[in-house]
Structure formats: C-alpha cells, structure tokens
C-alpha cells in the first residue's frame, strides 16, 4: 500500500485529492497539511512513502518543505511530488534542486495524479511535459554555468551511444513509453537505458538527468 501524504493549504482540494487517492485499491492517504512545517511533521510521523505538495502555502512554502524533506536521511526515500498551478519555470528549476522527483500542474486529470504517485513511489520520477519545457527555456535565458549541481556530467561520454539517445529524449520531455515507441523498444527497456544514464552521472532522478544532459552540452538550450 503506497502511503500518501497531502499538503496544500486549501481544505476542499485537500478532501478532494484524499477521497481520489483513497479510492485507489493500492494506496491510502496517512496525513494532511495546510502548512510547509506541518508537512514536513506529517512525513516524518507518518513514514509517507509520496507527498502530493502544493508550491504555494502559508509559514513555508511547499518548495522550502521539499528541501527539508529531501535532506532528512531519517526520511530518505520519501518522493515528492509538487502539484500547482503555478507551472512556472522559477518553480521548476527549484523544486528541481530542492528534491522534488515529480512535477505536476493541477490541470492534470484525476487518472494522471494516481498514475503519476504510483511512479513516484516505485522509484521513478516523472515532470509533465510543460514542467520540462519551463525548465529548458530556463537553461536557455540564464545559460547552463549559472545553474547549480553536483553531478558528474563529466562521465556522459561514458554512456552508449543508445544510452545518450535515450538522456536526449529525456530532456525533451518524452516519458519512458515515449520512448519506447520513438526507439521500438519495450517501455522495460527504455527505463533501464534511463536508469543506467542517471547512475552513471550520478543523477537521482530524471530531472537531473536533464541537468546533466545540459551540463555537459549533450543537449543545447533553444526553443521548444
């Protein structure tokens, strides 16, 4: 059973967002918060498995949560899944570095949502393709050396040459079924070549994987 936990500070979208989740056969919702610091609390005692975390609340926003959240090792493990509908570039980029692993706008259907926690909490991670979109015109105004990482971008010549078609596609948006079809490969496949680029540079989830790719001039900012 995935245990979810919801943080916005508005009541009605939080009962909406628990009767949807709890009406899942295979997750349940253990905590609400209204608050950044009430999220971060409801985490820690719940032992949350996903966090469906609204940007904008009250004391400390959702982004401040997530990086306090991703930083715990007592919550390691712990996916964040930012849902707003502020589908802004700045946010983006920082829900990205904060530790976010997903990034959803709140548009979204009610069958993306579940889908999207049931991505999460297996370990993948996921930015709808507008989230992407946001974060490459960000690398293309203030350019690559101004945002900030630790990855080894260094080590992508290190990638096949499949593995580097499939980091590129990556950083364009394309979701692992995507590219399963672009490649007509099977969507197994297409995430082990996902998967085996992040542990390479050492990417924790396939928004940095966009990062790396950008670093390391594998992709280069334009329009989209």
Do not use: W
């Amino acid at each position: 059973m995935i245990r979810v936990v919801i943080a916005d500070d508005q009541g009605l979208i939080r009962g909406g967002f628990k009767a949807l989740i709890d009406s899942a056969p295979d997750m349940c919702v253990v905590g609400e918060a209204a608050t950044g610091h009430e999220a971060v609390g409801r985490v820690r005692d719940t032992r949350a498995d996903v966090v469906v975390m609204d940007i904008r609340m009250p004391e400390m926003d959702g982004i401040g949560a997530t990086r306090l959240i991703c930083a715990d090792e007592d919550m390691a493990g712990v996916r964040v899944l930012i849902l707003t509908t502020f589908e802004l570039d700045e946010y983006v980029l920082e829900a990205v570095e904060a530790g976010a692993s997903g990034f959803l706008g709140k548009s979204v259907d009610p069958d993306e949502l579940v889908q999207a926690i049931r991505t999460l909490a297996a370990g993948d991670a996921l930015l709808s393709p507008k989230a992407t979109r946001a974060l490459l015109s960000r690398y293309a105004r203030v350019g690559v050396a101004e945002a900030a990482g630790v990855l080894d971008s260094a080590r992508l010549p290190e990638l096949t040459d499949r593995e580097r078609e499939v980091v590129a596609l990556v950083a364009h948006g394309l979701t692992n079924d995507d590219i399963a079809e672009r490649l007509f490969v099977s969507p197994l496949t297409a995430k082990t070549h996902v998967n085996r680029a992040m542990m390479k540079v050492g990417a924790r989830d396939r928004a940095q994987l966009v990062v790396a790719a950008y670093q390391s001039g594998l992709i280069r900012p334009g329009p989209s």
